[in-house]
């Protein structure tokens, strides 16, 4: 498997841990590199930043769930496009995480994030 292909699966593997499983501690100790740097403003510096963050939304959230629908690698670069859903009948929020690996391992963060709205200008949907 190319090193492309192995960046992208772990990006996949992070966000099922850690949001759809509910598993952070298991997502951190296998995809997360021992320094984390988050470009979110929302969300604290570091591993212990990424954490909270994702404890807090599981808690708030019970049935918070992510679903990957495109994955694209270049580099040590990977963007994720994906939509959380905080109920399983939530519209849902959009967002386009980039991550930069490190001998495989999440090292950097950033995103764009953007409610999915009740209507559109156009006909084209999210995804």
Request: hydrophobic residues 40%; negative net charge; proline residues 3%.
């Amino acid at each position: 498997m190319s090193d492309l292909e192995s960046n992208k699966r772990t990006v996949i593997e992070f966000f099922d841990l850690a949001f759809n499983q509910k598993r952070i501690d298991d997502a951190l100790e296998r995809h997360v590199g021992s320094t984390y740097r988050q470009h979110n403003p929302e969300i604290a510096d570091g591993r212990d930043g990424l954490v909270a963050f994702v404890r807090q939304l599981t808690t708030d959230f019970p049935d918070f769930a992510i679903s990957v629908k495109r994955v694209i690698a270049e580099g040590d670069l990977v963007a994720a496009h994906v939509v959380g859903k905080r109920t399983p009948d939530d519209r849902g929020v959009v967002s386009m995480d980039m991550f930069r690996l490190e001998n495989g391992r999440l090292v950097e963060h950033w995103d764009v994030v953007q409610d999915t709205p009740d209507t559109a200008a156009n006909d084209n949907g999210m995804f």
